[in-house]
């Protein structure tokens, strides 16, 4: 059987060049196929070649595949959809299989569509493999676990399968499919870090699952935090520095401090065994999940940027969203780590249900008052289904209409002020933060690649707005 992986290409959704990072996820379902027998797999990451549809459309011909997969986040369902038709179009008797946040969040809608035929929910390497086994010998789906389908023209949505126990025992990404070279040459950041240390940037998942309430997450890796093993993470990164020459890894898990004693034990181990990399953790740190110890250890092993994921300065919005961090605690640990000379970025988010303005200006207050090297801010954004959407769908009509592109863009106002209000609340929230030049000089001054850095701003200008 015959499987093309595709990374669609959103830029049309965008008015900014978005980040066009290794798509991780699909090389791990690679990998998983080929463990199970199904070698002839290829991945097409569109995002990061810049690919219109119709080149999408004669490379899927041209590699002439059984099955069709898809990834995409919510924000880019539309992309989804529309590469669903390429494939439809291109080749009519391929099957369609979407995966990633969109599938979790929204397996009817996505396989509402008729030319897409399943949708996997949640992690997706077990779910795919036994999918392609069944479409290869003419099984049934019916019971198969993390599947969603159409039945009788009706979607039908699988009991969710059980989260991997044993990630250590899931083959390492299958980066030998990618010209990882193209990466490191792009014309657009291929990494979350937005202020990266060096052009080979490569990243890296230690565990999956967070155990934590947040009331805005897709949950595409289930609530109990799974780890691999200490040697299973510095085997990955030796073969990172090794073969590709990574000169930094931004570690991109959910909670990567979930468990302290480990976090410790990697950068213990990342020091003992000489490897010189820079790591970094653009995806969000738990802050309350730190201590003085391991934000130590974090910048002896390398550490030179991570972000923390605040989102509110209030401690009712804490109750609210279900995050509830101990802002004081957070307050200590974000002096603490700039004191340790590393790089921080901070998520923050205004407009909760029910929040206020009082509310929000603790939360832009916050930001204001601590030494944030950058700040981002984003309009609360209900997606479906998580656990806001059924909070917000309660009191609030036209969610199905609001604006998922773009978290920087107003949506929906699920808040207790005014869209005005709020609209200025956000852009007191940016000025405050951005508008502070000694904190951004200082940025700038302790990215270690300056030339990099210089060349990332000069192709957003010139990328900006191309599709």
Known sequence: MKILLIQPNPRACYAWPVCASIPL???Y????????????????????????????????????????????????????????????????????????????????AAVADPDIDFAVTGEGESTICELAAALERGGGISGLAGLAYKKDGLPVVNPRREAIEDI?????????????????????????????????????????????????????????????????????????????????????????????????????????????????????????????????????????LLAYAIESGSPAVQRTMGKNLDLEKAREIIKLTAAQGILIGGFFMLGFPDETKEQMLATVNFAGELPFHQANFFYVTPRPGTA???????????????????????????????????????????????GRPYQLLKALISVPDKLYLLKLLLRAFFLRGRA
């Open 25 to 27: 996820g699909l090389l």
């Open 29 to 108: 379902v690679a990998a998983a196929l080929r463990k199970a027998g199904f070698g002839d797999a290829a991945v097409l990451d569109a995002r990061m070649l810049r690919l219109g549809h119709g080149e999408i459309s004669r490379r899927i011909k041209e590699f002439s595949p059984d099955l069709v997969g898809i990834t995409g986040m919510s924000t880019e369902a539309g992309e989804i959809h529309a590469l669903a038709r390429l494939a439809r179009a291109a080749d009519a008797r391929c099957r369609v299989v979407v995966g990633g946040p969109y599938a979790t969040t929204s397996p009817e």
């Open 168 to 304: 250590d025992g899931l083959p390492l990404p299958a980066w030998d499919l990618l010209d990882m070279e193209k990466y490191f040459r792009l014309w657009v950041r291929h990494s979350q870090n937005p202020f990266p240390a060096d052009q080979r940037i490569m990243p890296l998942f230690t565990s999956r699952g967070c155990p934590y309430g947040c009331v805005y997450c897709h949950n595409i890796f289930g609530k109990k935090a799974r780890l691999r093993s200490v040697d299973s993470v510095l085997r990955e990164i030796e073969l990172l520095v090794g073969k590709y020459k990574a000169g930094e890894i931004e570690i991109i898990d959910d909670i990567f401090n979930i468990d302290l004693p480990r976090a410790k034990k990697i950068c213990d181990e990342l020091i003992r065994r000489g490897i010189k990399v820079k790591l970094s953790f653009p995806n969000g740190l738990r802050v309350d999940r730190m201590d003085a110890e391991l934000v130590r250890k974090l910048r002896a092993a390398g550490t030179h």
């Open 388 to 434: 806001l959407y059924e909070m917000a769908a309660k009191k609030t009509a036209g969610l199905e209409k609001a604006e998922r592109s773009n978290y920087f863009r107003f949506s929906v106002n699920l808040s207790a002020v005014s869209d005005e209000e709020l609209k200025e609340m956000m852009r007191r929230a940016e000025a405050g933060t951005y």
